[in-house]
């Protein structure tokens, strides 16, 4: 992965990547390649999904209700 992909755009390429591993008449060598870009893709979904949780859990408080927060540089 070279570029820095979204969310998104990498599920959307995971579920290609089944769907072409799922017909089933697929060459060994390119289905290993299509299971390495697989995990890949599912390694970069999974941080991108911790991280946004990470994120949650800073903005909400313990008992579940938002925090005050405000962007860095507005302090007065």
Same mark, same amino acid.
């Given at each position: =992965? #070279?570029?820095?992909?979204?969310? #998104? ?8 990547? $089944? ?8 060459? +060994? #060598? ?8 697989? =995990?890949? +893709? ?6 991108? +999904? ?5 994120? =949650?859990?800073?903005? +909400? ?9 405000? $962007? ?5």
């Amino acid at each position: =992965m #070279e570029k820095q992909i979204s969310f #998104e755009e990498a599920i959307n390429q995971l579920e290609q990547l $089944v769907l072409k591993l799922e017909q089933g008449d697929v060459p +060994l #060598e390119e289905a290993i390649s299509y299971f390495q870009e697989g =995990m890949q +893709l599912s390694k970069l979904c999974d941080e991108k +999904l911790k991280n946004a949780e990470q994120q =949650m859990t800073v903005i +909400l408080g313990e008992n579940g209700e938002l925090r005050p927060f405000s $962007v860095g540089g507005d302090e007065a």
